[in-house]
């Protein structure tokens, strides 16, 4: 269990994505990226939010923002997706810690999604680093994830993380 509190503090201390413009807070910058109807793309099926968009986490010019969706069943087991970004000050430190949580994890690269990604068995995620951005996307379910609505996830969420 370890790996996976290591995971969390990283995810809070290092923080998510896209800078917000000189005097502008954003709340929550992940939900602007994976919103409801791209969720249901994704899925290919009516969504909920299966979280609230709780405000970013902020620390300096680091920060990290989450956002999950599930599939509107009514069964609190249906499949979803979810996005958490953190930002770092920088395209380094973004990719020190990323392939800390690599190695950490036994990551297994996956090519062609931005500068790098690399997919973990447990828990079940895609990773995915684009400048100073490392974006985890999670799909299907706790049990059963899903490669194919990850990875589609990933090449929309990508047109939307600009590259630093």
């Given at each position: 269990?370890?790996?996976?509190?290591?995971?969390?503090?990283?995810?809070?201390?290092?923080?998510?994505?896209?800078?917000?413009?000189?005097?502008?807070?954003?709340?929550?910058?992940?939900?602007?990226?994976?919103?409801?109807?791209?969720?249901?793309?994704?899925l290919?099926?009516?969504?909920?939010?299966?979280?609230?968009?709780?405000p970013?986490?902020?620390?300096g010019?680091?920060?990290?923002?989450?956002?999950?969706?599930r599939?509107?069943?009514?069964?609190?087991?249906?499949?979803?997706?979810?996005?958490?970004?953190?930002?770092?000050?920088s395209?380094a430190?973004?990719?020190?810690?990323?392939?800390?949580?690599k190695?950490?994890?036994?990551?297994?690269?996956?090519?062609?999604?931005?500068?790098?990604?690399y997919?973990t068995?447990?828990?079940?995620?895609?990773?995915?680093?684009?400048?100073?951005?490392?974006?985890?996307?999670?799909?299907?379910?706790?049990s059963?994830?899903?490669?194919?609505?990850?990875e589609?996830?990933?090449?929309?969420?990508?047109?939307?993380?600009?590259?630093?």
């Open positions: 269990m370890k790996p996976l509190y290591l995971l969390f503090a990283l995810a809070l201390l290092a923080g998510p994505a896209m800078p917000a413009s000189a005097g502008e807070t954003k709340a929550n910058r992940a939900s602007e990226i994976l919103t409801a109807d791209l969720a249901q793309k994704i290919g099926v009516p969504v909920e939010s299966s979280s609230a968009a709780t970013d986490t902020e620390m010019q680091t920060w990290v923002s989450r956002i999950s969706y599939a509107k069943t009514g069964d609190a087991s249906a499949p979803g997706v979810s996005l958490l970004i953190r930002h770092a000050g395209a430190e973004a990719k020190s810690i990323f392939d800390s949580s190695a950490t994890f036994h990551g297994e690269d996956v090519a062609g999604l931005g500068d790098a990604a997919r068995k447990t828990p079940a995620q895609l990773d995915v680093l684009k400048g100073s951005n490392w974006l985890i996307i999670t799909a299907g379910t706790f059963n994830p899903d490669r194919v609505s990850q589609k996830a990933a090449h929309e969420i990508l047109t939307k993380v600009p590259g630093s």
